[in-house]
């Protein structure tokens, strides 16, 4: 355990000199990611001109659903979304070589050797925003809630990273999986909405098969309503499981992998 | 440049987008699946929750018509995902093999933006045809052959706009060594202040007169509104020569940029 924690720390050392490189690019990116929340933020603010509620939440409740999906997004963004962007070129160029021959797993090594130091500043900003939407809430939101509100949201970020690599490992036998992606990318959009706006069957999809209501949704209504044992047993069962279909998709990939151009 | 030619250039493209078949169909049916739940279950959520009948001046079945249509001229519009080429060859210096060219290498870049339109096209008429009857066509936006007619040039100018409106950012590749983020927030900018996201009338009354004055609204919202019967005959003509008007604007500004990162261009890469 010490080992990889000691290889998270040099990735970090290596990301933040080499962000520093490309300053333009750098605050292009800042600007960029503060552009989204931006976006996302005056969407919801111009919908809740036109009624009290979304999916049973009114405009307090919806700020700090849409500032949690800001900072899962922003982890995302900073942890993962570099690798989930290298690993189909490695896999094609035959280059993932050089990383399964290493004494470290290599699903740990890929999915975090690259850390985005300059969307980091976004994940504080971001962090802010959910701080600023908290403190703003006029109602009461006990502690115990705002805990596992705050696990289930670090939950929902491995989530994400797990619904991502879903749909990346195909690469391992298909040419390219920019199709799969760009179906990925559409379909997150159903986890920035309120999840009570759903139909019960589309809840119940959204829960199970592709578990993207469990990233912000669910875990803002154990901050609303309480934490209901139920509802938290079936969020970490589905993340249990996800995770553990994922390692063995991986594996899977991993056997059929034959170095370039495979 | 020649019109056998341009149409060379297009016909390449296509091709080039088409032999990936499987992406081709996995992207159409999930977009069209996510787009249409989140708009019915978002809009039936609003309406119901209201308790209003029209919500900036749209009914129920309008506005799920307008998010349909928006969806799938916006398709068209952007053109499928060309944007970064720019960048990419200046970065690369395989700008240098455009240049040699006998044509504006803005020229061939739009020849080919306009190949990866046909893909997006081909999928929005497949994709119309099956959303359409399933959310019951609205009866206060009627789409006839007219306004799908009249849809046609505003959706081309909309779409010669938004390449327009994507060069100048690209060409900062000059300068810069990445850019890719400002193709995004160009990205960002268009699709909430041009309609793609919600209709421009549910914003603020003030932001509405702000928005009149940008170029926005043409590129999402007009040719909507065009193809939902909602725009007659002269405020058509008045918008076609707007958008017009707009993309002399960004192409004339754009000379000078193109100009200026010529003359830096070195030819072999960064």
């Excluded at chain 2, 046609?152 to 990445?178: C, K, R, S």
Aim: charged residues 10%; contains cysteine; neutral net charge.
């Amino acid at each position: 355990m010490m080992r990889y924690a000691r290889l998270y720390l040099q990735f970090l050392k290596f990301s933040f000199s080499r962000a520093l490189e490309y300053r333009m690019d750098f605050w292009f990116r800042i600007v960029m990611d503060c552009l989204f929340y931006a976006v996302e933020l005056v969407f919801f603010t111009i919908l809740y001109q036109h009624t009290n509620m979304i999916g049973g939440w009114d405009y307090d409740q919806v700020l700090i659903f849409v500032s949690g999906y800001l900072v899962i997004d922003a982890i995302h963004m900073t942890v993962f979304s570099n690798n989930m962007w290298w690993l189909p070129i490695y896999v094609n160029k035959g280059d993932l070589d050089y990383y399964i021959v290493r004494p470290v797993s290599s699903l740990f090594f890929l999915s975090l050797r690259d850390f985005a130091a300059n969307s980091f500043l976004n994940l504080l900003i971001a962090g802010g925003i959910l701080a600023w939407s908290i403190l703003r809430y006029p109602g009461e939101l006990g502690t115990e809630n705002l805990i596992w509100f705050l696990f289930l949201m670090l939950n929902g970020s491995f989530i994400f990273y797990v619904l991502q690599m879903l749909f990346q490992i195909p690469v391992f036998w298909t040419h390219t999986n920019r199709g799969l992606l760009t179906a990925f990318f559409s379909a997150n959009k159903l986890m920035e909405r309120p999840d009570k706006i759903y139909s019960k069957w589309t809840r119940r999809i959204l829960m199970t098969v592709f578990p993207a209501l469990l990233v912000i949704a669910l875990p803002a209504r154990v901050l609303f309503d309480g934490p209901d044992p139920l509802l938290i047993t079936h969020i970490l069962g589905v993340t249990t499981i996800a995770f553990l279909g994922m390692r063995a998709f991986w594996n899977l990939g991993l056997r059929s992998y034959s170095s370039a151009s495979s | 440049m020649s019109l056998s030619l341009f149409f060379h250039i297009v016909d390449l493209e296509t091709k080039k987008l088409m032999s990936y078949r499987v992406d081709f169909w996995i992207t159409m049916v999930v977009n069209l699946v996510v787009n249409l739940v989140i708009l019915w279950a978002l809009w039936t959520a609003i309406f119901a929750e209201s308790g209003s009948e029209i919500i900036g001046g749209w009914d129920l079945p309008g506005i799920l018509s307008y998010g349909v249509m928006v969806f799938l001229t916006g398709r068209i519009v952007r053109g499928g995902d060309l944007q970064m080429t720019v960048a990419t060859d200046i970065y690369e210096g395989a700008l240098s093999r455009f240049l040699l060219y006998p044509r504006h290498y803005a020229f061939t870049k739009y020849a080919q933006q306009v190949g990866n339109v046909v893909p997006d096209l081909f999928q929005s008429v497949l994709m119309g045809l099956v959303a359409l009857p399933l959310l019951g066509l609205s009866t206060t936006t009627p789409i006839t052959p007219l306004t799908v007619a009249m849809s046609i040039p505003t959706i081309l100018v909309a779409h010669l706009l938004f390449f327009l409106m994507g060069l100048i950012p690209q060409y900062i590749a000059f300068w810069a060594d990445n850019v890719w983020s400002l193709s995004v927030m160009v990205r960002f900018v268009t699709m909430l202040l041009g309609g793609a996201m919600l209709p421009l009338s549910l914003f603020p009354d003030s932001v509405q007169q702000i928005l009149h004055w940008l170029p926005f609204a043409y590129l999402f919202e007009f040719p909507t509104l065009v193809i939902l019967g909602k725009v007659d005959f002269s405020q058509w003509l008045t918008g076609i020569g707007t958008c017009l008007l707009w993309c002399l604007a960004l192409g004339v500004l754009s000379i000078p940029v193109w100009r200026r990162g010529d003359l830096r261009y070195t030819g072999v890469g960064i």
